[in-house]
């Protein structure tokens, strides 16, 4: 064979050429990427629902909640005569429990009374001894925990040596439409428990 018949030799360096990804593969991983990432968008916006709720507006955040952290009630000032018999009144609100909400539940109850003057006051119906259920007795005109004989006078103060403090005052607002107004014709509650069985007022 002659020299003009040999076959060339490459002498370049060069790696082979590779094709630059198609469309199809391209869109493969688009569709890869979007499958994964709304399922861990949804997870995690169901997981974070809890504290978002909460953030707009407090735990329990019902209809009828305008003022943070307070529960509109049933009754009305005018249902409270000045120095007249505690009245006793359930708190009804919006649960929220993890994920669920639990509307108009009965989370508590509390005492009022108007004091000579207009004011008016609130208190925990539970007994600050070790959590029963305070009663009025209109006979002897006081507070009364027959679990174990602890007693109290109208304005909350104890009176044996029974319980280990005062009975728990709330906070209690006059409104109209949900804002403060002295003259309006809506009870708001700021409704706590507290720690039982010690001397200091402590929320839980």
């Known amino acids: 064979m002659s020299d003009a018949e040999a076959p060339e030799l490459s002498t370049s360096a060069d790696p082979p050429a590779v094709d630059p990804p198609g469309r199809r593969e391209l869109l493969a991983a688009a569709l890869s990427f979007l499958l994964g990432a709304v399922p861990a968008a949804i997870g995690g916006l169901f997981f974070l629902d809890p504290i978002l709720r909460r953030s707009k507006g407090g735990g329990n955040d019902g209809g ?46 509390i005492w009022l009374r108007r004091q000579q003057g207009g004011e008016i006051i609130a208190f925990n119906s539970i007994c600050p001894h070790l959590g029963c ?31 280990p403090r005062d009975m728990d005052s709330l906070e209690i607002v006059v409104a109209t439409d949900g804002r403060p107004d002295p003259n309006g014709t809506e009870l708001w509650v700021k409704y706590q428990n507290f720690r039982r069985g010690t001397p200091e007022k402590k929320p839980i």
């Not at 006979?139 to 044996?160: I, K, R, V, W, Y």
């Open 133 to 163: 259920s305070i009663n009025f007795r209109r006979g002897e005109n006081d507070f009364h925990c027959p679990c174990h004989a602890s007693s109290f006078d109208l304005d909350g103060g104890t009176t044996n040596d029974t319980p």
């Open 64 to 109: 009828d909640q305008t003022m943070d952290g307070f529960v509109k009630l049933d009754i009305t000032p005018d249902n409270l005569v000045e120095e007249g018999p505690p009245v006793a009144s359930t708190v009804i609100a919006d649960l929220d429990d993890a994920w669920n909400r639990f509307k108009d539940v009965p989370i508590g109850s």
